[in-house]
């Protein structure tokens, strides 16, 4: 096929590529190909900038400070917090608890809103699509009380069976979890309608957003979700940066999960008072350089706009698609109606590690292994995949180059 037909014009990919300085390097000797967004996406200019004007300009710490500089940070800090409340359309800024990641996010529900709640005999209900980090602290707080996890089943394509979700949603059932974008198959789930019958059920929803903002804009207030978990650095920004979206009354009603600075009112051995949510939740010291990256990081992604990065998107998977169902013996894992930019696959004959290993050495980065998704790969039963994972700045040209490389190894191995 004719690998070279037309780039959507809307969309300046090479103008977009060098605001990423990464992106123009080499690797054993070849031109990179970075596929493996999923994991971790690559930071532009403008967030790595940011965050060097930080410590150069203004290094100090949040909140404690009367000083010019303290207030700079904490100005920052907190702007950050605003654009991410806007960026996901939350009703209020308090509603947002800045965390080191979806993984901070989600263990904070479970240990200070759902343990509270939980009784032998309840249960939590989640799926077979999930991420660990959406999946182990669920056990970890049922085993404490002496609760179960249910796990919603999926079909051959890496679908939801919603109907499925629905039936589960029994009395017995206080908190529901859902991935908006499987971080393996890049299906995206129907969480709206899955809020909606959660709602009518009274059961809580947390939605694990980590592979969804990245791609798409994201309302929670339309989505209707009770709960929503990010990470910033598969959205351009700095790692350990994160948050967790929640209801008011949700925050106004959880106890604190970790205990130290900055989240207290007055501490007295008599009784210690706390502050206001979100500070409540925000123990310690945080990452004020990675959240000024994400202020910066928010910025551009709106610079550029969430249609224009969708439909780039979307013909890059479409195109890599049809591609790799050239390559003989190649298997497809996840071929939902409805998908961000992941293609996961396995080729007839080869092992997952051996292809990504030899993938490298013509500079072509993608993830193999499990992907933090045991569940996932148990029902496929596949010990793990290679994953390509794009993102707006790749381009035709990499999935050619990447395609050409992958026949190339294959012969290799066969
Ligand atoms: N959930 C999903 C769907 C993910 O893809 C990831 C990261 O791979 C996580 C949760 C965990 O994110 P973090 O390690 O940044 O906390």
Redesign the pocket.
């Known amino acids: 096929m004719n690998a070279a037909t037309a780039i959507p014009t809307a969309f300046d990919v090479q103008r977009v590529r060098a605001d990423f300085p990464l992106l123009s390097r080499s690797v054993h000797g070849k031109p990179l190909v970075y596929f493996d967004n999923?994991?971790t996406s690559q930071k532009p200019a403008a967030v790595i900038e940011a965050v060097d004007r930080f410590y150069r300009e203004y290094n100090a710490n949040v909140s404690r400070a009367v000083h010019c500089l303290g207030e700079e940070a904490t100005s920052a800090y907190e702007g950050a917090r605003d654009k991410l409340a806007a960026f996901i359309n939350a009703t209020s800024r308090n509603e947002l608890v800045l965390t080191s990641?979806?993984?901070q996010a989600t263990n904070l529900v479970a240990y200070s809103y759902a343990l509270p709640r939980l009784k032998p005999g309840d249960a939590i209900l989640t799926t077979v699509m999930e991420?660990h980090?959406?999946i182990v602290p669920w056990q970890l707080i049922a085993q404490r009380a002496g609760a179960t996890v249910k796990a919603a089943p999926i079909d051959e394509r890496g679908e939801l069976i919603v109907e499925r979700f629905f039936e589960l949603l029994t009395p017995e059932v206080k908190l529901a979890c859902v991935?908006h974008v499987s971080?393996v198959l890049g299906t995206v789930n129907p969480v709206r309608e899955i809020a909606r019958e959660c709602r009518k059920r009274g059961i809580p929803l947390l939605v694990?957003g980590?592979?969804a903002v990245p791609h798409r804009p994201v309302d929670v207030q339309a989505l209707g979700c009770d709960f929503y978990a990010l990470?910033g650095?598969k959205m351009l920004s700095p790692t350990g940066t994160?948050a967790l979206w929640a209801k008011k009354e949700h925050l106004a009603d959880m106890p604190p999960f970790f205990g130290g600075g900055e989240m207290i009112r007055e501490v007295r051995f008599d009784g210690t008072t706390f502050a206001e949510p979100p500070h409540k939740f925000e123990a310690g010291t945080p990452n004020i350089a990675g959240f000024v990256g994400l202020g910066a990081a928010i910025d551009y992604y709106q610079s550029l706009g969430f249609e224009a990065i969708h439909a780039h998107e979307q013909d890059l998977l479409a195109f890599a698609t049809e591609r790799l169902r050239e390559v003989p013996g190649l298997r497809i894992f996840g071929e939902a109606a409805e998908k961000e930019p992941v293609i996961s696959f396995l080729v007839e004959g080869a092992q997952a590690t051996d292809l990504a290993t030899l993938l490298d050495l013509q500079g072509v980065a993608v993830r193999s292994g499990h992907h933090?998704a045991h569940p996932l790969m148990q029902f496929f039963g596949v010990p793990a995949t290679l994953r390509a994972s794009l993102a707006f700045y790749n381009t035709r040209e990499e999935v050619d180059a990447f395609v050409e490389a992958l026949v190339k190894v294959r012969k290799l191995l066969m």
């Open positions: 999923a994991n990641g979806t993984t991420h980090a959406n991935t971080n694990d980590s592979q990470t650095h994160g933090c």
